[in-house]
């Protein structure tokens, strides 16, 4: 829904982009949540995902393939993707709070 997104473009005084499978969340970002350095982009993440940029760092929080299964094979897929779509030694954050 943009809420860290913008704060983070705010904080970093940097371009981010947000990505999200719900089109209603990206809409409600966009809406609510959007400054000229924000994009925002209704994308599923899946082992085929791939961007037409690559990007400096990835933040996942609460991020589907971590809150919803435990099958570590699926998990990899879907970082070895997302390390596609980042520039050589950028960071990927996965950000999971689990309360057990």
């Known amino acids: 829904?943009?809420?860290?997104?913008?704060?983070l473009s705010e904080i970093y005084n940097c371009?981010?982009?947000?990505?999200d499978i719900?089109?209603?969340?990206?809409?409600?970002?966009?809406?609510?949540?959007?400054n000229s350095k924000t994009n925002y982009i209704s994308k599923v993440i899946d082992k085929n995902?791939?961007?037409n940029k690559k990007f400096d760092a990835c933040y996942a929080i609460e991020f589907y393939p971590f809150?919803?299964?435990?099958?570590?094979?699926?998990q990899k897929n879907i970082?070895?993707?997302?390390?596609?779509?980042?520039?050589?030694e950028a960071p990927l954050i996965i950000y999971?709070?689990?309360l057990n």
């Open 1 to 7: 829904m943009g809420f860290e997104t913008i704060a």
């Open 49 to 51: 995902f791939l961007l």
């Open 67 to 74: 809150t919803r299964t435990e099958n570590l094979e699926f």
């Open 79 to 88: 970082v070895s993707a997302i390390f596609k779509n980042l520039n050589i």
């Open 22 to 34: 719900s089109k209603d969340g990206i809409n409600y970002a966009k809406k609510y949540n959007n």
């Open 15 to 19: 371009e981010i982009t947000g990505i």
């Open 96 to 98: 999971h709070l689990d």
